[in-house]
């Protein structure tokens, strides 16, 4: 069911367009499913549908965005017990105020938070139901009260352009499950860089940068878990022609090593090895403008993870994924500014062993689609 406090949410972002529709903001509502499905070689399958509810607001340099969802997913592992949630997940908030054109840079101010609408204290039963973020959209039910402001500064000059951020995000305290009550996840802070360097009107090239710090997570106020430091470094290209543009992207994703309470006492010990592999992520993109009105495109993306510091006969070996997807898609514009979408993807994922399937490889194959509706006022 939903509960009160999202009814209120959308009560007050109802009047909040009500009110905006009479002045000069622009405001716009979207809408839609996704249905996303997947299964193993070892007999292992999971759907999940979910329903979004979005809207925005723009007004001058200033805007506003609010996103929730009605959820419902299923697992079926092995022929076992089947397990189902259906659930709203959190809501999403998102302001922004541009300044524009009054010191030498633009300067970006963002104010984001996560309002605890969603599902939390979770049972045996729904756990089972957290599943890979390689094989479905939403993986996260609820969290606490969570509150990120950011500042962003960019500047463009001749052929270059260029962007940094910074973030801190305070992430609140929430029952997690039936057995991890009082769980206070730990503060993000969070550093972003790019540049872009226009080679000709067609060619623009880019390199963008992000590194995250994570501080200690905490079960009934005492420190149990220290997520290692995040490092991603990527490069980009973008060829735009009069009627179709394409964009191909890579990025590296390098982890530190992980701390957490140690067995034999209160204190935070950093793992022997590394348990995270590098991670590579190669995007790739094609559009083509049909007409002033639609447009088809075109994804691939292929996910390259390595295995981990520990040996092949450790219980914390963690083996080699590789995932590859490919998704098509058309976006149409539609009488009374209305704006629809429609995609469909699929993919194969490959899972060398680990302490999760110790003796064999596993491959995942799944799909998704996706419907959507825009309005704009």
Known sequence: MINRATIRICLFFMALITLTCNSYAQVAIRSGFEYDWWKSNKHDKGVQLYTPMEAFVTYNNFSARVLTAYVYSEIDQNHDKNRSLSSMIDTKLNLSYMMLNILPV??????????????????????????????????????????????????????????????????????????????????ILSLTGEISYSFTDAWIGRFFTEYAHFTEDELD??????????????????????????????????????????????????????????EWIGDMLFRYYLSNT???????????????????????????????????????????????EMSVKGFIMNIDKNWMHPDNDVTYRGFSIVLSLKKTF
């Open 106 to 187: 633009d300067v970006l101010f963002g104010l984001d938070f996560n309002l605890p609408t969603g599902k939390t204290d979770l049972d045996e039963d729904e756990l089972a139901l957290i599943m890979d973020p390689d094989l479905i959209s939403i993986r996260d039910y609820g969290e606490g009260f969570n509150i990120n402001p950011t500042i962003s500064i960019s500047k463009v000059w001749e052929k270059f352009s260029a962007g940094i951020g910074v973030g801190y995000l305070w992430r609140g305290k929430y029952d997690f499950s039936k057995n991890a009550k009082n769980y206070d996840p730990g503060d």
């Open 221 to 278: 106020r005492n420190d149990y878990f220290q997520q290692g430091d995040f490092l991603l470094l990527g490069i980009g290209i973008q060829y735009v022609a009069e009627r179709w543009d394409t964009a191909f992207t890579v990025r590296g994703i390098f982890r530190d090593k992980d701390r957490q309470e140690s067995n034999s006492s209160k204190s935070m010990l950093t793992e022997d090895k590394n348990s995270h592999g590098d």
């Open 294 to 340: 639609t447009i088809l495109k075109s994804t691939f993306q292929y996910l390259w993870i390595d295995k981990n510091d520990y040996s092949s006969s450790d219980p914390y070996f963690v083996g080699k994924r590789k995932r590859y997807s490919l998704g098509f898609g058309v976006n149409q514009k539609l009488p009374y500014n209305l704006e629809g």
